[in-house]
DNA sequence: GTGTAATGCTATTGG
DNA sequence: AGCATTACAC
């Protein structure tokens, strides 16, 4: 029997045999979902299933990169390669470039995100005249999200009784109006919004049958991760692809009750659905749970059974009883955040856990600020993983304006948001005669400002020479770009635009910190294309066409170009911009959302509150209390050991005092697997009567009741807890000064270039790659177990000479290969 | 045209 | 409370 399928339980091993036709696996939390879609994957493979022809969706990145890597472990690293495993955002995309001429836009096109689209939308309301206060752009932009997501573009808008309907209702009757102007926006630049990536992948496969039919016939296999979490568009796009065959060798893996995503048109009736849309469907049902502890199942079963909407699924924990879980009262947010601080203390001190084993989950982003606080007190280090991230920074987003417009001149928006941005004296007024100019002739703002007829346009003829000084820049780093490699055009640039020395030539914190994250960007690209190149070398050694890695510094590499790190980063979602393991040993701090799919010994989940978590907002109806009811089901059994829920009696929202009773949801809670309880006096009494259970009580008492006032953030530099600190500067950020991370904030090379596995392989002592000595037994992610036999070379050609117990000797350059040290013993 | 002060406003969740 | 846009003085 293959090897692949000896680690599998019965009910996934018949899921992984099971290669024809259409299959849904309903996979249970901590089921084995992903080892049962990679072993599928492998097992295909070896059962001769070309690689290039199976495609494998998944949400991020993230969890692309992680299944690809696995595969690579069971087929080897030559066939995974091939694979077209990727997010359906970055895989659809590929597609559309190569087919971009049907849908009317050069293969060119970059991705705006949400804040770009709202300044579009925002440019569009001004064109049409309209309030903005009657028009909020937020609104606008979810009403024309919802639109696509349905697929109801701009032109069949006005034809659908219902949008119309509910806009004259909701007092916006030129939404249609805005939606089309938003779109020949959009598309006159050249740029897609997240949505349109899907919206025009359906209109491609429509206007063009034989796109389809080539597309279609590239993929004998198609495999989709979280299918609980696809919308309309996305179901419309597979149903397509699979429509003229004769075996729908469609696989589909989800829970409907890990669906969280309706918000942004996830439609949990796809998976709900999916048997009646293929008949012939095999269905799988994965129910043993193998991460978390009976305590914690139960618990999140006896929760989850008081949703309506569910597919018939019982999951049963393999492991054992474990702890029950526990909550945690507290006063105010601030004192929750202390004792959630204490708690991680004394597990760490008496479980001998580590920082990495516990995650804080939460509802909102802006709950992480006393988190980040009680943790920095007690020096704990952390790593928020969303919110404020390092690419909603404006000298971020600046800088990657910049780089938006050098591959892209159409890019009209990215245009107005740097012209001016380091002030070069281009001001509102030189703007709005260019952006006349460009308007009178149809072009985009690059183009107008080398027309001559600029002057009848009011501009002056300094003004004009200004506006030509930046162009030219912008556009001689766009030739750069065409022979050159995306880090040498982002470095280029960098020191051209003046953002960089605008902020250096300031002394104060703030600007320190804004120069040091344009740095990092820099460094990020550098980490891009290294690893780009990196992989391009290991494929060339295991392809066989070079035998020895001294002719490696010979190699001419291909170009990688500036738009491809462009839409790298522009489909990075949050989770992604992570580093695992390297010696990167923190506290998780994260939404529930993003916490989907990972695991953590300890979870905490904060903020347990009526109108906190449930959601308040929006006059919740029954089914979006449900839809808030399976995440927190997602958001405690991402745990393995042990859940501490906690809650506060008041917290500050929105600069004022709240007071939110305790959380429905920990009633729905059977009483029976929480140590204790909510009881009658809770809304009042918040006596420290937490007591002797491991971990989930107090510290050693320092703590302050009533949340100490913070002193101040921005002062106070961050402490790096990490190990083996090599490279680690401190990471200040943030426009308010505040301090995100007490620890270096992994770059975004980290995102990219990192390839490990996640922190869950305990084997592994984190190592530097400077750190290897001849005869370390070492773990390479493909080659697997090895023994170091020799070093050679210098710094950083280093070179390692390495017998594999499975691959035989090789010779790999330290800098490329992804190569850690085996533990000792 | 640029910089700073005051005002107003607005709040899930995210690729 | 924090932020973003606006209002106003240089």
Redesign the pocket.
């Known amino acids: 029997m293959s090897e692949i399928l000896e680690q599998l339980n019965q009910e996934q091993r018949r899921a992984v045999e099971c290669i024809d036709g259409p299959v849904l696996i309903v996979a249970g939390a901590g089921s084995g979902k992903t080892r049962v879609l990679t072993s599928r994957i492998a097992y295909m493979i070896e059962k001769g299933v070309d690689p290039s022809r199976i495609m494998a969706l998944t949400?991020?990145?993230k969890a692309a990169g992680e299944m690809k890597e696995r595969i690579a472990r069971m087929v080897g690293e030559k066939k995974a390669r091939h694979l077209w495993m990727g997010?359906?955002?970055?895989v659809f995309v590929r597609l559309l470039r190569e087919f971009s001429d049907s849908i009317g836009y050069p293969s060119s096109f970059t991705i705006y995100?949400?804040s770009d689209?709202v300044?579009a939308i925002?440019t569009c309301i001004k064109q049409l005249g309209l309030d903005?206060?009657t028009y909020?752009p937020?609104?606008v932009l979810?009403r024309i999200?919802k639109a696509k997501?349905a697929l109801v573009t701009a032109d069949a808008y006005p034809d659908n009784h219902r949008a119309m309907e509910d806009d004259r209702i909701a007092k916006r009757p030129k939404l249609a109006e805005l939606y089309k102007c938003y779109d020949t926006l959009l598309k006159s630049s050249g740029v897609m919004?997240?949505?349109d990536?899907?919206l025009n992948m359906n209109i491609l496969l429509k206007v063009n049958p034989a796109a389809l039919k080539e597309i279609a016939g590239r993929f004998d296999h198609i495999l989709v991760d979280e299918y609980q979490d696809t919308?309309f568009a996305q179901y419309r796009i597979l149903r397509e692809l699979m429509k003229d065959r004769p075996v729908h060798n469609l696989c589909v893996v989800g829970d409907d009750s890990q669906s969280?995503?309706?918000?942004?048109?996830a439609r949990i009736e796809n998976i709900l659905n999916f048997q009646k849309d293929f008949p012939e469907t095999k269905t799988f049902r994965l129910e043993m749970n193998y991460r978390s502890t009976k305590n914690i199942v139960n618990a999140a079963n006896s929760l989850i059974s008081k949703n309506e909407d569910r597919l018939p699924k019982h999951c049963v924990a393999v492991g054992g009883e474990g702890e029950k879980l526990r909550l945690i009262r507290a006063y105010t947010a601030e004192e929750e955040a202390v004792l959630i601080t204490s708690s991680i203390l004394s597990r760490i001190r008496e479980a001998g856990a580590e920082y990495r084993d516990f995650a804080i989950l939460y509802?909102?982003?802006?709950?992480s600020?006393a988190l980040e606080e009680a943790l920095r007190k007690r020096n704990v280090p952390y790593m928020i993983?969303?919110?404020?991230s390092f690419f909603e920074r404006?000298e971020i987003k600046d800088m990657m304006a910049y780089l938006k417009l050098t591959v892209n001149n159409s890019d009209n928006e990215s245009f107005k948001r740097i012209v001016?941005t380091?002030?070069?004296?281009?001001?509102?007024?030189?703007?709005s005669a260019l952006e006349a100019a460009a308007a009178k002739n149809g072009i985009s703002l690059l183009e107008a400002a080398y027309r001559s007829d600029l002057e009848s346009f009011g501009l002056r003829a300094s003004?004009v020479q200004k506006i030509r000084e930046f162009c030219d820049m912008i556009r001689r780093h766009g030739e750069m770009s065409l022979s050159q490699n995306a880090d040498a055009v982002v470095k280029s640039l960098s020191d051209a635009c003046g953002l960089y020395r605008s902020f250096k030539e300031d002394n104060s914190v703030e600007a320190q910190s804004r120069a040091a994250n344009i740095e990092e960007l820099v460094s990020s690209v550098t980490g891009f294309v290294e690893d780009r190149n990196g992989e391009y070398i290991e494929a060339l050694i295991e392809d066989g066409a070079i035998q020895d890695a001294d002719s490696v510094s010979e190699i001419e590499c291909p170009l990688v170009p500036l738009g491809d790190f462009l839409e790298d980063i522009s489909?990075?979602?949050?989770?992604?911009v992570v580093e695992d393991s390297d010696g990167d040993n923190r506290v998780a701090l994260?939404?529930?959302?993003?916490a989907k799919g990972l695991e953590f010994p300890y979870v905490y989940v904060a903020g347990m509150e009526e109108n906190l978590f449930p959601?308040g907002?929006?006059l919740?109806s029954e089914k979006?209390i449900e839809?808030?009811r399976r995440?927190f089901y997602v958001a405690i059994t991402r745990a393995k050991t042990a859940v501490a829920l906690t809650f506060a009696n008041s917290r500050?929202?929105?600069?004022?005092h709240e007071s939110n009773a305790p959380s429905r949801f920990l009633r729905e809670i059977a009483p029976q697997y929480i140590e204790n309880p909510l009881r009658k006096d809770d809304l009042r009494s918040r006596d420290t009567e937490e007591d002797d259970i491991p971990g989930f009580r107090f510290g050693s008492g320092n703590y302050r009741p009533y949340g100490a006032k913070?002193t101040s953030t921005a002062a106070s530099g961050p402490r790096s807890f990490t190990p083996s600190s090599s490279a680690s500067r401190p990471f200040t950020a943030?426009?308010?000064g505040?301090i995100r991370s007490n620890a270096p904030m992994s770059t975004v090379k980290d995102a990219l270039s990192r390839r490990t596995l996640p922190p869950k392989n305990e084997d592994f002592v984190p190592e530097t790659m400077d750190c290897f000595h001849t005869g370390d037994r070492i773990e390479h992610n493909r080659f697997g177990f090895g023994r170091i036999l020799e070093i050679t070379g210098n710094i950083p050609e280093l070179k390692a000479r390495i017998v594999f117990d499975n691959y035989g000797e090789k010779l790999l350059l330290l800098k490329y290969a992804k190569i850690r040290r085996a533990s000792l013993g």
Not at 363 to 367: A, D, G, K, L, V
Not at 385 to 388: D, E, K, L
Not at 422 to 431: E, H, K, W
């Open positions: 949400f991020t990145k997010t359906f955002h970055s995100d949400t689209s300044s925002r903005d206060k909020k937020k609104d979810a999200s997501n919004d997240f949505d990536i899907l919308n969280i995503y309706a918000f942004r048109g509802r909102t982003n802006s709950q600020r993983y969303s919110g404020n404006a001016n380091p002030a070069r004296g281009i001001g509102a007024t030189s703007l003004a489909l990075l979602s949050n989770v992604d994260m939404t529930a959302h993003s959601s907002g929006m919740a979006d839809e808030e995440l500050m929202r929105n600069g004022k913070s943030s426009s308010s505040a």
